[in-house]
């Protein structure tokens, strides 16, 4: 497996996410004084929040480190976290629910690839679309590019052999997901077990041929023979190769926003899903090591401990289902080997690596002060005063 996998793995999953709870926010009628003060602002101060949060430069240095993929719901644990970075709340079933949209949108990026190089363009039309939805906010931006140069500096050096090797690392860790999104099978690109159709037509990896032609060639490297053959997809040569640079255009369309025209986003449990989680089940009690990992993630991300709000204001909850009913069904009748549930963590090895995580911590902001009105300042993640 690659040891530079886990930062592509984060970035475009957590630019799923941002599509899908921007699409949600603007979809969701906001009750009260809320709607009152504007959706707009409540939108774009709930998704700054949340940015901020992905963004931070001490998260990101340690994301950007050579170190192996966590487990499913060792990843899933720091979603959470992320998703909850500002005023905004998901049940779990609504928390689940996003999850699977994520993943398996990345997943069908994945496949998709014409080469495994053009995941760094599918990461880059996260990014861009990411920095859209902050462009206001100066301080925020710079985080984003400055996580543009990270990937430049990081990926550009790399054969195309390590991309396969990343590629093959991300396609074994969605080999088990075949969850049915609406989308996919109203576009008719996912079968009704939850496997993805993938496309025999359109353009051929850039720096390759049509298929069609069999060249022959003598031990002196000399061309001596031709042939052609017919093939069933109709295949095209790209114009040009997409821009690698922090800007430009990425040509390739995979990574962009699917939600931006308003479309139902619900997701089902495949039958072979279904008989997998009957089946057998997958050793949850990550190593010890593993979870001192997952620990300094999730401090970086707002602590280990997500705390409610003191008082009667428990933070804008957010239902990714049409109605409260279809999220408590959901809750209901999800496998319970499926379901991600939050995972409570204590480092107990290494002390001299605690000791130097804990001064990180020390030095670390993970988003910016705002004054608090009632006493709740110490989390500067649970409420947005301003709104």
Same mark, same amino acid.
């Given at each position: 497996?690659?040891?530079?996998?886990?930062p592509?793995?984060? !970035?475009?999953? &957590?630019?799923?996410?941002?599509?899908?709870?921007? +699409?949600?926010l603007r979809? +969701?009628?906001?009750p009260?004084?809320?709607?009152?003060?504007?959706?707009? !602002?409540?939108?774009?101060?709930?998704m700054?929040?949340?940015?901020?949060?992905?963004?931070?430069k001490?998260f990101? *240095?340690?994301?950007?480190?050579? +170190?192996?993929?966590?487990?499913? =719901?060792a990843?899933?644990?720091?979603?959470?976290?992320?998703?909850?970075? @500002?005023?905004?709340?998901?049940?779990?079933?609504?928390?689940? =629910?996003?999850?699977?949209l994520?993943?398996?949108?990345f997943?069908?990026?994945?496949?998709?690839?014409?080469?495994?190089?053009?995941?760094?363009?599918?990461?880059?039309n996260?990014?861009?679309?990411?920095?859209?939805f902050?462009?206001?906010?100066?301080g925020?931006?710079?985080?984003?590019?400055e996580t543009?140069?990270?990937?430049?500096?990081?990926?550009?050096?790399?054969s195309?052999g390590?991309?396969q090797?990343?590629r093959?690392?991300l396609?074994?860790?969605?080999?088990?997901?075949?969850?049915?999104? @609406?989308i996919?099978?109203?576009?008719?690109?996912?079968? @009704?077990?939850?496997?993805?159709?993938?496309?025999? @037509?359109?353009p051929?990896?850039?720096?390759?041929e049509?298929?069609?032609?069999?060249?022959? #060639?003598?031990?002196?490297g000399?061309?001596?023979?031709?042939?052609e053959?017919?093939?069933?997809?109709?295949?095209?040569?790209?114009?040009?190769e997409?821009?690698?640079?922090?800007y430009?255009?990425?040509?390739?369309?995979? &990574?962009?926003?699917?939600?931006?025209?308003?479309?139902?986003?619900?997701?089902?449990m495949?039958?072979?899903?279904?008989?997998?989680?009957?089946?057998?089940?997958?050793?949850l009690?990550p190593?010890?090591?593993?979870?001192?990992?997952?620990? #300094?993630?999730?401090?970086?991300?707002?602590?280990?401990?997500v705390?409610?709000?003191?008082?009667?204001?428990?933070?804008?909850?957010?239902?990714l289902?049409?109605?409260?009913?279809e999220? *408590?069904?959901?809750?209901?009748?999800?496998? *319970?080997?499926?379901?991600? =549930?939050?995972?409570?963590i204590e480092?107990t090895?290494?002390?001299?690596?605690?000791?130097?995580?804990?001064?990180?911590?020390?030095e670390l902001?993970?988003?910016?002060?705002?004054?608090?009105s009632?006493?709740?300042? *110490?989390?500067l993640?649970?409420l947005?005063?301003?709104?």
């Open positions: 497996m690659s040891a530079r996998t886990l592509l793995l984060f !970035l475009n999953l &957590g630019g799923e996410m941002l599509y899908i709870l921007d +699409q949600r979809a +969701q009628s906001i009260g004084e809320k709607a009152r003060k504007g959706e707009r !602002l409540f939108v774009f101060a709930v700054n929040d949340i940015i901020t949060t992905m963004f931070n001490k990101m *240095e340690e994301l950007f480190k050579p +170190q192996e993929l966590y487990s499913k =719901k990843l899933r644990t720091v979603y959470d976290r992320l998703a909850h970075a @500002s005023i905004m709340r998901l049940n779990q079933a609504s928390m689940d =629910k996003l999850y699977d994520m993943t398996m949108a997943k069908y990026q994945v496949l998709l690839c014409p080469r495994p190089k053009d995941l760094l363009l599918v990461t880059f996260h990014l861009d679309a990411i920095k859209d902050i462009h206001d906010s100066p925020i931006l710079n985080q984003v590019d543009f140069r990270q990937l430049i500096e990081t990926y550009s050096c790399l195309a390590e991309f090797l990343i093959q690392t396609l074994i860790f969605f080999q088990d997901m075949h969850i049915r999104v @609406s996919f099978l109203k576009d008719k690109v996912q079968n @009704s077990n939850g496997r993805f159709v993938l496309p025999i @037509s359109g051929v990896p850039w720096g390759t049509v298929p069609g032609l069999i060249r022959m #060639f003598n031990r002196n000399d061309e001596v023979k031709r042939t053959f017919t093939t069933d997809g109709n295949y095209v040569t790209p114009q040009r997409g821009s690698f640079d922090l430009g255009d990425r040509v390739l369309k995979l &990574g962009t926003n699917m939600y931006s025209v308003s479309r139902p986003v619900e997701t089902h495949s039958g072979s899903s279904k008989n997998l989680a009957s089946q057998a089940k997958e050793n009690t190593n010890p090591l593993a979870k001192e990992e997952l620990n #300094f993630l999730a401090r970086l991300l707002g602590g280990l401990d705390k409610t709000p003191g008082g009667s204001e428990t933070g804008f909850r957010l239902n289902f049409t109605t409260d009913e999220e *408590e069904h959901a809750a209901l009748t999800r496998p *319970e080997e499926l379901s991600y =549930k939050v995972i409570d480092a090895q290494e002390p001299g690596r605690r000791a130097e995580l804990s001064r990180i911590l020390g902001e993970v988003a910016e002060p705002r004054p608090a009632s006493g709740k300042g *110490e989390d993640l649970a947005m005063d301003g709104l």
